[in-house]
């Protein structure tokens, strides 16, 4: 049976001194507990080669919030997919909420992300979700379609195999306490899994994760649901205590 995957994702929070003690906290946490899941941390890129630098054993694997849509070049304040590669970071988010809707990323950009994170062989978690707006006008499977249309045009195209995750985290879910019912659960990941079907032209499988408002409380139920292989957390991960207790109980 293949590994979950319990991702943190850091956002903009912490300090040097912070990041590094949480990243300790769940290193530990991970070895007392004998955690055998996939645990990946995104803290923010100021913090990352300081992170690693405790994780020399890799319990743990660290990933970027973020890449530059370019090449190397003359491009201020930006990192590229071959600075990651050459810090050795093994995973990076594109098309997080946050980023499409508080900074305007848009599914253009997006791809040639994932174009140039796939060409350093850094493995991707691409988020997709709905806003309230459109949860509530039932437009959740045409937002979703759009999203993932969008990916696979740009994993269909690369020649690379480099595993892709998605993960679908509804944008009302996220840092508001509410989840979707397990039946919109069932029914969402259900349709997702069958238009990545439809639309994966690669032998690769395509690893689905569920994020928002994921807690110690409701991590088991949600992974319950069927095609769910991990969870994507944002505040709970920022409490060692409460990350490792959803790695504990799933
Ligand atoms: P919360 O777990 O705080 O709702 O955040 C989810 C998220 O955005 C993870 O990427």
């Known amino acids: 049976m293949s590994k ?35 645990v990946i941390i995104f803290p923010p890129s100021i913090y990352l080669l300081s992170i690693k630098n405790i994780n020399k054993k890799e319990i743990i694997n660290i990933g970027s919030q973020n890449v530059s849509a370019y090449n190397d070049g003359a491009l201020t304040g930006e990192i590229s997919a071959t600075m990651l590669k050459d810090s050795k970071i093994q995973y990076c988010l594109v098309g997080h909420s946050e980023r499409r809707h508080i900074l305007d990323e848009n599914n253009l950009s997006l791809c040639e992300k994932v174009s140039r994170l796939r060409e350093n062989n850094i493995k991707v978690i691409y988020c997709i979700g709905e806003t309230l707006k459109e949860y509530k006008t039932k437009r959740t499977k045409y937002i979703l379609n759009k999203q993932l249309q ?46 990545v079907k439809r639309y ?48 504990s109980t799933i």
């Open 4 to 38: 979950k995957i319990i991702a943190g994702n850091w956002k903009q929070n912490g300090n040097i001194k912070s990041s590094i003690k949480l990243a300790q906290d769940i290193i530990l946490g991970i070895k007392k507990n004998n955690i055998k899941h996939e």
């Open 200 to 247: 994966n032209e690669s032998n690769e499988s395509i690893k689905l994760l569920y994020g928002g408002s994921v807690s110690p409380e409701n991590a088991q139920s949600l992974m319950k649901t069927q095609y769910v292989s991990g969870l994507l957390i944002g505040g709970a991960s920022l409490i060692a205590k409460k990350f490792i207790d959803i790695c």
């Open 150 to 195: 969008s990916l696979f045009k740009s994993l269909n195209n690369s020649k690379r195999s480099n595993k892709a995750i998605i993960a679908y985290e509804p944008v009302w879910a996220i840092g508001t306490g509410l989840i979707p019912s397990a039946k919109e659960l069932s029914n969402t990941f259900g349709y997702i899994h069958n238009t």
